[in-house]
């Protein structure tokens, strides 16, 4: 494909957005913008604490501007936690998602190129990953090791590697038949620039397709986690976290808890939104109007 015709189909894709999809790109762009830029859109720090402005409801229930979306038992500011919490959720799975898109790629690809034991050793490593939810790998790994973030990150990865596997391992198979295989092979290049160089450019669309389709259960990972207080640990601040400390406050204080699963919700949402319909408009197989 030239590039005139890429910039073609971009330009058709942007003008094909439905209005609900570009809702669900302007809540993700905000959160992008939000969580990189926290310590601009922050009135005050996560962590500061005024015990005399405890539980302070939002303005919308009579609050004052100061705490626009009101505090919590120790007089933290719920707007400021949130968009910290947001900048590190959202760090936690980019990069899990990233980690699980990349280490699963490579084991589908040389599942799929080398086959023979390799293909059976990865094909049974992604049967005990299906077999296994990852909330209970994460949950048995740090129960044993304790928390780290650098584990937590890994474990956080291990959310959907398996589909980028058997994808990938699938693309590879289908794709070693193909004319333009047969001709590189007959021209001595090596397994490597086959599968990097010709292989992963054609079948890197259904995995951008599926990192946004897994983007969300990364997301719902880290916050299970936190909220079960074996994610991220006071003094920091997630958005799991802060629904596991306003649990307790749900009759008297529900805003603290509330409103950052308003977030969560919202961003995966958008999310999978946004994924379907990508997948819809990549997907050759699906017929459109």
């Not at 009101?70 to 949130?82: Q, V």
């Not at 919490?85 to 799975?93: D, F």
């Not at 980028?164 to 038949?177: H, K, P």
Request: proline share 5%; hydrophobic share 55%.
């Amino acid at each position: 494909m030239s590039s005139v015709e890429r910039s073609e189909t971009k330009a058709q894709l942007v003008a094909d957005l439905p209005p609900v999809i570009m809702l669900c790109l302007l809540w993700l762009a905000i959160v992008v913008v939000v969580a990189v830029f926290a310590d601009l859109f922050a009135p005050a720090h996560y962590t500061t604490q005024d015990l005399l402005a405890r539980f302070r409801p939002p303005v919308f229930l009579g609050g004052d501007w100061d705490h626009a979306l009101g505090t919590d038992h120790l007089g933290r500011d719920i707007l400021s936690r949130i968009i910290y919490a947001l900048r590190t959720s959202i760090l936690i799975a980019v990069l899990g998602t990233l980690i699980g898109a990349i280490g699963g790629t490579l084991a589908g690809l040389a599942a799929g190129r080398l086959r023979g034991p390799v293909d059976l050793s990865v094909m049974m490593l992604t049967d005990v990953q299906t077999a296994l939810p990852s909330l209970f790998i994460a949950l048995t790994f740090l129960a044993f090791f304790g928390n780290n973030i650098f584990l937590f990150i890994i474990l956080v990865s291990l959310e959907g590697w398996e589909r980028y596997a058997r994808l990938a391992r699938g693309q590879v198979i289908s794709e070693q038949s193909a004319d333009y295989v047969k001709a590189v092979e007959a021209l001595g290049a090596g397994p490597g620039r086959i599968v990097f160089r010709h292989l992963l450019p054609n079948i890197a669309a259904s995995l951008v397709v599926q990192a946004t389709l897994n983007f969300p259960g990364t997301i719902l990972l880290e916050t299970s986690l936190s909220f079960l207080g074996l994610g991220i640990q006071p003094p920091g601040t997630s958005l799991g976290l802060m629904l596991g400390e306003g649990r307790g406050y749900l009759l008297n204080a529900w805003w603290i808890a509330v409103l950052p699963g308003i977030v969560i919700f919202l961003t995966t949402l958008a999310m999978s939104l946004f994924g379907d319909w990508l997948r819809d408009r990549l997907d050759p197989t699906v017929e459109r109007d």
